[in-house]
């Protein structure tokens, strides 16, 4: 639990997040650049490991990038990046079946951190898949309810056995540490898992491949 939370606070104060995170942007220009760490506490996900705040004090103070004041305040130690580079280094894994062995934060991250080094993963849900895009947690990210994204109904057309056959699928953003990984990663196209085979997508084919399949 400790190593989880530790983690999801991590990834809190990211570059992956902080910089596009409007809430914690907001609070911290509200607290001299801090955040109170009692507002960590009001977390979902943060609520579901702790609701002690001298534990989570104490996990916060073993994360070299951040700096504790006075056991309360908490902030980035290394200011954001000049240029945000997310969207070059992410790649989108596409038709990854429902329920699969593939369909979870952990083993995506896990197998494609075969690849490069991981920094985040991203799994849609609900209305913000519709929208290709979702929250975040930690190192790795973690959605609740996940959601099928690539064709969640049964198919219009076909047999019946054909329609008990069908597997919905969904996809992930996944951000790779640098350009050049994930670039190496899309030269690929396509890869096969345990028998599951995935295709990768760079943000704005993907984008343009969901627009062409909604006209």
């Given at each position: 639990m400790a190593m989880q939370l530790k983690k999801q606070i991590q990834f809190y104060f990211s570059d992956s997040n902080y910089p596009k995170d409007k809430f914690l942007r907001t609070t911290e220009s509200q607290n001299d650049g801090y955040i109170p760490i009692s507002v960590l506490l009001t977390f979902n996900k943060v609520k579901a490991a702790t609701t002690d705040l001298g534990f989570l004090v104490a996990i916060?103070?073993?994360?070299?990038?951040?700096?504790?004041?006075d056991d309360t305040l908490v902030k980035r130690k290394n200011p954001l990046p000049q240029e945000d580079t997310t969207d070059k280094r992410t790649v989108v894994v596409?038709?990854?079946?429902?329920?699969?062995?593939l369909d979870s934060i952990e083993a995506l991250e896990s197998t494609l951190g075969n690849l490069?080094?991981?920094?985040?993963?991203?799994?849609?849900?609900g209305r913000e898949a519709k929208k290709g895009e979702a929250g975040a947690t930690g190192g790795a990210t973690a959605t609740e309810a996940p959601a099928p994204t690539e064709g969640a109904a049964e198919p219009a057309t076909g047999t019946e056995e054909e329609k008990k056959k069908f597997v919905p699928k969904r996809h992930a953003f996944v951000e790779f540490s640098t350009e050049e990984e994930a670039q190496k990663v899309l030269s690929l196209k396509e890869c096969e898992y345990n028998g599951i085979k995935l295709a990768f997508k760079s943000r704005d084919e993907f984008f343009e491949f969901k627009n062409k399949k909604a006209k």
């Open positions: 916060i103070k073993t994360i070299d990038e951040l700096e504790v004041k596409i038709h990854i079946p429902v329920g699969s062995e490069g080094t991981v920094k985040c993963v991203r799994l849609p849900k």
